[in-house]
Every structure is written in C-alpha cells, then in structure tokens.
C-alpha cells in the first residue's frame, strides 16, 4: 500500500499539472506576439510532460539504458520538426 507521503506527492504534482494546464490556457489571452505564445506554451508542455515522465513513470528510479530508451522518439520528433523547416518556411 502506498505511503501516506507518496501520495502527497502525487496529489502535490497533480495540482502542479493542474495549474500548467491553467497557464497554458491563459498564455493564448496574452497581449504578446503568437510566436512568444507558442514558445511558451511549448515551454508549458515540455514541463508537463517531464513531470509525467519522471513521477508517474516513475523513470526517476530506472537505470540510464532505459533514460536513453526514451530520450530516442524525443529526439526522433524533434529531428523531423528540423527537417520539415525548410518546406514551412517556403510554403509562406
């Protein structure tokens, strides 16, 4: 059974979760240029998403092969965002 502190923690991260999901809302209300409101709300996501992976995951107790098992699709999409940059760029 789990540890009364454990699920503190959980409950803790899951309003964390909570309120990014909040600010990520409200950044699209922000009178700043909409490059600057996806940078941030990207910065939003990639913050959810760690937190996801290392606690609900539980990846923070696993060895490095199985960190590098899942830093690969990560890079993997991030590789194929650059790739596509150039077709973007000049479907403008």
Same mark, same amino acid.
């Given at each position: 059974? $789990?540890?009364? $502190?454990?699920?503190?923690?959980?409950?803790?991260?899951?309003?964390? +979760?909570?309120?990014?999901? %909040?600010? %990520?809302?409200?950044?699209?209300?922000?009178?700043? @240029?909409?490059?600057?409101?996806?940078?941030?709300?990207? %910065?939003?996501?990639?913050?959810?998403?760690?937190?996801?992976?290392?606690?609900?995951?539980?990846?923070?107790? $696993?060895?490095?092969?199985?960190?590098?098992?899942? +830093?690969? @699709?990560?890079?993997?999409?991030? %590789?194929?965002?650059?790739?596509?940059?150039?077709?973007?760029?000049?479907?403008?």
């Amino acid at each position: 059974m $789990e540890s009364v $502190e454990n699920r503190r923690r959980y409950i803790a991260i899951w309003l964390w +979760l909570v309120v990014l999901v %909040g600010a %990520g809302l409200g950044a699209s209300a922000l009178p700043v @240029p909409k490059v600057a409101v996806l940078v941030l709300v990207f %910065g939003i996501a990639v913050a959810k998403a760690s937190m996801v992976i290392r606690d609900y995951m539980h990846l923070k107790f $696993e060895t490095l092969v199985i960190h590098l098992i899942a +830093l690969i @699709p990560i890079l993997l999409i991030i %590789g194929l965002a650059l790739v596509m940059i150039p077709d973007i760029v000049r479907h403008k």
